[in-house]
């Protein structure tokens, strides 16, 4: 069987960042790496589900709420994925997106979106100030260093 591309990356050496990780068609899917893998503690699943509900809420209701097609966490609970129309073209305008999205969330003041036993499957799994925490922390990575979208490091097996 076929090993799927992501599994050709060596998640030993990979940093934080934003990764090209596929393409298909119109669709670009953007791997959002907010921990180095296995050296640093994996999100908590607060964080990560308070990271989605705001994430969601400000990019859709961003200037390029018409490109955002998915943003979900990762099973190995070190980041995200990020699914969005266009090409790579786009690289620059996406992690744009992306920061903007992490800036609101450092500054969100008021009610936590979808945080109501109506609105959410586990509303009670939800932190704002973890999420706060979380967004910063990956902002500075991000800023910490020019993102090339290209998984760096060695691959496995003659991968991406």
């Known amino acids: 069987?076929?090993?799927?591309?992501?599994?050709?990356?060596?998640?030993?050496?990979?940093?934080?960042?934003?990764?090209?990780?596929?393409?298909?068609?119109?669709?670009?899917?953007?791997?959002?790496?907010?921990?180095?893998?296995?050296?640093?503690?994996?999100?908590?699943?607060?964080?990560?589900h308070t990271l989605e509900h705001l994430f969601a809420t400000y990019v859709r209701n961003s200037e390029y709420s018409e490109k955002i097609i998915y943003f979900g966490p990762m099973g190995c609970r070190t980041g995200f994925y990020l699914l969005m129309r266009g090409s790579t073209a786009d690289n620059e305008k996406n992690l744009a997106a992306l920061k903007g999205a992490l800036e609101k969330i450092i500054s969100h003041k008021g009610a936590m979106p979808g945080a109501r036993r109506r609105e959410c499957g586990n509303f009670r799994a939800l932190s704002v100030a973890a999420a706060k925490a979380e967004a910063a922390r990956y902002l500075?990575?991000?800023?910490?260093?020019?993102?090339?979208?290209?998984?760096?490091?060695?691959?496995?097996?003659?991968?991406?």
């Open 140 to 160: 500075n990575a991000l800023n910490a260093r020019e993102q090339t979208f290209v998984y760096s490091g060695n691959t496995l097996d003659g991968g991406i």
């Open 1 to 48: 069987m076929e090993k799927i591309a992501s599994f050709t990356i060596d998640h030993t050496i990979l940093p934080k960042g934003m990764y090209l990780s596929r393409i298909d068609a119109n669709t670009v899917t953007y791997d959002i790496r907010c921990r180095k893998p296995n050296v640093e503690e994996v999100l908590d699943n607060a964080s990560i």
